[in-house]
Structures are given as C-alpha cells and as structure tokens.
C-alpha cells in the first residue's frame, strides 16, 4: 500500500514524531516476514519497547545496537565472538534487510535479532537507560548541502542515544567522510551529557589495537582500498 504523502510526510523529522508511521509498498516487506522467528518489521520493531531482554532474549545479558547494518559483516562477527551479549541489528533498506536475513538465518547461535526499521526510531524502539552500546558505522554521508539535514547524527539522535544507553553505555562511530566528522565534532561541541572517550581523524594509524581497529566492514574495506582515513568517535553515556 502507498499512501499519497508518504514523501512529503519524510521531511520535518517526522520520523522522529510519536504519529509517524511506516508508509511503503515494497516486495521485500512480505519477503522478510519469512524470518519472523528473528526480524521485525516496521512498527513491530517497536513492540518490544523495555522488554527485549524479558521477552525476546529471556536473559540479562547486555543490548548491544547496531544502526545501519548494510550487509551486516559486523553484526555476524561480532555475534559470533561475543555468544554472551543480546544484538539488534537495524537497517531501513529492504532489499539489503533481506539478503542479510538470509544470512542470518543459517547463524547457530541466535543471539540476535533484526529490526527492518529506521534509526530515527532509536527511542521508540529501546526504553530509556536499555541499552549498553550503540554502533554506528559508515553512515550515509549526504554530503551535499541541501541534504546534510538528512544525517542521522544530529540533536534528536543524540539526545535519542542519551536516553536508551544505561549510564556508562557507549556510542562507537566511524566514518569515512571528512565533512560528515566534522558535522559530528560540531554537534558534539557543546554537548556535556557525554564523555569523548575515543577521536581520531587516522582510527587505524593511531588506535590500531583498539577494538574498532579488529574488524572491517563491507564499506569499510572499499575506503580502505581507497586509501581514505578512517575518522572515529567513542561516546560514553555521563
Ligand atoms: C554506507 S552503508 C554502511 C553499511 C555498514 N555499516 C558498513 O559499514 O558496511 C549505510 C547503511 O545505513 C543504512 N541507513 C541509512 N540511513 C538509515 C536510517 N535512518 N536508519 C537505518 N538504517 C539506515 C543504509 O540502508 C545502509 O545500509
């Protein structure tokens, strides 16, 4: 189904607004309720909300997030090597959402689960102070003017980010983008609510023994190639 104002209702943060909801007509939909067991879909990635560990995992390991899974070679080695931590994997892209649920599927070890959602939904999605990490790499850079509005790295994901992580959560970033890090920098300038545990304009060079360091993504591993610097950011909750 299409409903007519779908673009238009997009813009004006409304996907950061109690009324929004999820407007689209795409075959992938449908094809991804074929992983109901670990995906959720739209609004049914927001029925969970305070309850991930209660009822879905039915454990009190840590919640450990990830938006912007892409094809997900992060989500799939981190879970692997981490068994005791309770991973939610988040994307909006359909297509991208299935090829990875495929993938998924065949993992032993389902100590995740798969949200088909956008990340502006972060705080309907996660009650405040459920969440000990946030990852969040390689984002779309949107590196035209008139589009920068659309990064996802602004005042309402951060103050998004602030509620869910416990205090003492931690938000990890890395970017390839200069302009993009530098829009971050500046909307971290006068955020006190926060501890800059980790900056680097050269992640690789200057860290590389920290764990950002130990894996590459898909996107990552093109920027490499390329010989682009890998720019950081290490958010701890005060
Ligand atoms: C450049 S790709 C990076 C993918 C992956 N993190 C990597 O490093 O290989 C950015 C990903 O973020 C997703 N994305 C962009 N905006 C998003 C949003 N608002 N909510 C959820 N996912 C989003 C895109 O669909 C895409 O898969």
């Given at each position: 189904?299409?409903i007519?104002?779908a673009?238009?209702?997009m813009?004006?943060?409304?996907?950061y607004r109690?009324?929004?909801?999820?407007?689209h007509?795409?075959?992938?939909?449908?094809?991804?309720?074929g992983?109901?067991t670990?995906?959720?879909?739209?609004e049914?990635?927001?029925?969970n909300?305070?309850?991930?560990?209660?009822r879905?995992?039915?454990?009190?390991k840590?919640l450990?997030i990830?938006?912007g899974?892409?094809?997900?070679?992060?989500?799939?080695?981190?879970?692997?090597?981490?068994?005791?931590?309770?991973?939610?994997?988040?994307?909006?892209?359909?297509?991208?959402?299935?090829?990875?649920?495929?993938?998924?599927d065949?993992?032993?070890?389902?100590?995740?689960?798969?949200?088909?959602?956008?990340?502006?939904?972060?705080?309907?999605?996660f009650?405040?102070n459920?969440?000990?990490s946030i990852?969040?790499?390689?984002?779309?850079p949107w590196?035209k003017?008139?589009?920068?509005?659309?990064?996802?790295?602004?005042?309402?994901?951060?103050n998004?980010?602030?509620?869910?992580?416990?205090p003492?959560g931690?938000?990890?970033?890395?970017?390839?983008?200069?302009?993009?890090?530098?829009?971050?920098?500046?909307h971290?300038?006068?955020e006190?609510?926060?501890?800059v545990?980790?900056?680097s304009?050269?992640?690789r060079?200057?860290?590389?023994?920290?764990?950002?360091?130990?894996?590459?993504?898909?996107?990552?591993?093109?920027?490499l190639?390329q010989?682009?610097?890998i720019?950081?950011?290490?958010?701890r909750k005060?």
């Amino acid at each position: 189904m299409t409903i007519p104002n779908a673009k238009k209702n997009m813009d004006d943060n409304f996907c950061y607004r109690t009324d929004f909801k999820y407007t689209h007509d795409n075959p992938y939909h449908d094809k991804l309720a074929g992983f109901e067991t670990f995906v959720l879909r739209d609004e049914q990635a927001e029925s969970n909300i305070g309850k991930w560990n209660e009822r879905i995992f039915q454990n009190d390991k840590p919640l450990e997030i990830e938006i912007g899974t892409g094809y997900g070679e992060f989500m799939i080695e981190y879970c692997q090597k981490n068994p005791d931590i309770n991973f939610i994997g988040c994307d909006h892209r359909f297509k991208r959402s299935f090829s990875l649920a495929k993938k998924l599927d065949k993992m032993e070890h389902k100590n995740f689960r798969y949200l088909r959602a956008r990340g502006e939904r972060l705080e309907f999605m996660f009650q405040e102070n459920e969440v000990q990490s946030i990852f969040y790499f390689f984002p779309d850079p949107w590196p035209k003017n008139r589009h920068n509005k659309k990064r996802l790295f602004q005042t309402p994901f951060l103050n998004a980010c602030h509620k869910v992580l416990k205090p003492g959560g931690t938000l990890f970033v890395k970017t390839d983008h200069d302009g993009y890090f530098d829009w971050m920098l500046n909307h971290l300038k006068d955020e006190k609510r926060f501890e800059v545990l980790l900056q680097s304009r050269d992640l690789r060079n200057e860290y590389p023994e920290h764990f950002l360091s130990q894996f590459t993504t898909k996107f990552e591993k093109i920027f490499l190639s390329q010989a682009t610097l890998i720019k950081s950011i290490v958010l701890r909750k005060i």
